[in-house]
């Protein structure tokens, strides 16, 4: 699909269905997604990978099961919260004469407008938390890439950043403005660090179906396989309903959820 905007001609991308990993490449003898996958991403401590890394751990952590979306403005959404994931570590991948500083940059950015908009021209601080993630282990030989207990995350909200007006912070000065997070207490930590809207929750009961959806602020969420997906459908959902009073549709109380289901 083309628009035009302006003297300029824009290709938008449509979006893809995830990969699963076993589709295999035409004309590759055989060659699959997975094999990919393992040739570019196996060693999960260079600094592109050990970044989606900790962006998929906070994602899973507040039980994001979205997708990443590439030079988004931020990392992850979470009930109408905007994430910036960042991450350093002591160690990499290639021989070193000593540990790495651990240092958080581009903490500001241009931001993002419409298509006619285009970047802003002055950088700021485009998300409403910052999850500065730090891989702690200093010695290969305890180097697990999977364990998430190597992990520490200091939480820092936006208001914080502005009020230092950096672009960069070093360790040190992080430690002095908070204390390190474990991952089992980060959903916790950013919730704290974003106070969000009481969530309104709904079911919505059919013939044939029965469906439970969550408002937060704007955002609408469905519940799909014990987990919130963020839910767009054209004149569905909460905000609809509240407009429309369908019939079938009903505000709910959170201890009518499904057992299990997340808050």
């Known amino acids: ?154 939480i820092l909200p936006r208001s914080t950043l502005v009020g230092l007006n950096v672009d960069s912070l070093t360790l040190p000065t992080v430690a002095r403005l908070t204390n390190p997070i474990p991952y089992n207490g980060l959903a916790d930590a950013i919730r704290t660090a974003a106070p969000r809207p009481a969530p309104q929750y709904w079911k919505r009961e059919t013939a044939s179906s029965l469906a439970y959806f969550k408002l937060v602020g704007s955002t609408e969420y469905i519940l799909r396989n014990d987990a919130w997906e963020t839910y767009d459908q054209y004149e569905s959902g909460p905000t609809w309903w509240n407009i429309t009073g369908e019939i079938g549709t009903d505000i709910i109380n959170a201890d009518e959820l499904p057992p299990g289901a997340p808050r």
């Not at 419409?114 to 802003?120: E, K, P, R, Y």
């Open 1 to 154: 699909m083309t628009h035009t905007a302006g003297a300029s001609e824009w290709i938008d991308a449509p979006k893809l269905p995830p990969l699963e990993g076993d589709e295999p490449f035409i004309g590759a003898g055989g060659a699959t997604v997975l094999d990919f996958w393992r040739f570019a991403m196996s060693d999960l401590r260079t600094n592109n990978t050990r970044g989606y890394l900790a962006e998929f751990l906070v994602a899973r952590s507040l039980g994001v099961v979205a997708e990443r979306v590439e030079w988004d403005d931020f990392d992850v959404l979470w009930e109408g919260v905007k994430i910036e994931v960042k991450s350093s570590a002591y160690l990499q991948s290639w021989p070193q004469r000593r540990l790495s500083q651990i240092k958080f940059t581009n903490l500001r950015g241009r931001e993002w407008g419409d298509i006619t908009a285009g970047l802003a021209a002055e950088k700021t601080y485009k998300a409403d938390v910052y999850v500065l993630s730090v891989h702690t282990i200093q010695h290969h030989d305890n180097y697990n890439p999977l364990d998430v207990a190597a992990w520490q995350f200091y």
